[in-house]
């Protein structure tokens, strides 16, 4: 299947998933985020020869839908087959661990994947770093910089273009924290 039709059957179904849902702290469709993650990653393929663009633009359309809606790990291995749906549960936070344990152990997880999945993540918090939601205090606006360092940490040598962009989006969160 060429690019545009895995593009279209995975926001097609991450859409029908996300119907109802709104980026935080905003009234955006929630498919904003999801195509904002694609594109980053459409444009990271094209700065790495061995990166598996078809696999990773499905799992940034997908890599929400199951810590986000009811969708379960066998109805994504059903649609998009076991390869796409272990990505996306990789970069799901587990909701039974303490909240200051998520992070890393998705982390742990998402580094035993391929590099396209790194660089899913490294994308998605590319495209998070934006200004953040209005009612999120300062030491909420520094934790999340502080775990934004740290999936840049984890996830070197996914792709260079990507590291480079969320290093530039940590140091331009500076003035968030400041405001």
Known sequence: MDLQSLYQKAINFAG???????ITGSESSYLVHLSNVAMEIL????HRHDFDVNFAVQVALLHDVI???P???EEIKSVFGFQIADAVLALSKNPDLNPEERIPDSLARIRLQPKEV???????RITNMQEPPAHWDKNKRIAYQVAARMIL?????????????????ILAYDAYIES
């Not at 444009?43 to 094209?46: K, N, P, T, V």
């Not at 790194?118 to 998605?124: G, H, I, T």
């Open 43 to 46: 444009l990271a393929s094209q």
């Open 118 to 124: 790194w660089a899913v993540k490294l994308a998605d």
């Open 67 to 69: 810590e986000d809606t």
């Open 71 to 73: 969708t379960s790990f």
């Open 16 to 22: 029908e998933k996300h119907a109802n849902q709104k």
């Open 153 to 169: 940490m984890q996830l070197k040598d996914a792709n260079h273009y990507l590291e480079q962009r969320l290093e530039d989006k």
